[in-house]
């Protein structure tokens, strides 16, 4: 599970990301899901909605690499069908 670690003042903030909700707009149009982390550096996206054009597929994965997400598992149903490997 990925994590974010913020120091205020004298005092250590573990944040633990359990999920992300991400909306990415473009000129062919907009696409969102929700993405449950797994493990220490992966994510498995469920409830994706709207156009998933080759730049919107360009942009998850620089969004993925900008938060340390080295994979994305791709859910259907109950079961993540589809993986995509980061770099």
Same mark, same amino acid.
């Given at each position: 599970?990925?994590?974010?670690?913020? %120091?205020?003042?004298?005092?250590?903030?573990?944040?633990? $990301?359990?999920? +992300?909700?991400v &909306? #990415? =707009?473009?000129? *062919? !149009?907009? @696409?969102? @899901? $929700?993405? %449950?982390?797994? !493990?220490?550096d /992966?994510?498995?996206?469920?409830? /994706?909605h !709207?156009? #998933?054009? #080759?730049? $919107? =597929?360009?942009?998850? +994965?620089?969004?993925? *690499?900008? &938060? /340390? $997400? =080295?994979?994305?598992?791709? /859910?259907? !149903? &109950? *079961?993540?069908?589809?993986?995509?490997?980061? =770099?």
């Open positions: 599970m990925s994590y974010k670690v913020t %120091q205020l003042n004298d005092i250590e903030v573990e944040e633990y $990301i359990t999920a +992300r909700i &909306r #990415l =707009k473009s000129p *062919e !149009g907009v @696409f969102k @899901f $929700i993405a %449950q982390s797994e !493990g220490v /992966g994510v498995t996206v469920y409830l /994706g !709207g156009n #998933l054009s #080759l730049p $919107i =597929k360009v942009a998850i +994965r620089q969004w993925a *690499e900008l &938060r /340390g $997400i =080295k994979h994305i598992d791709w /859910g259907r !149903g &109950r *079961e993540a069908v589809t993986s995509m490997k980061m =770099k």
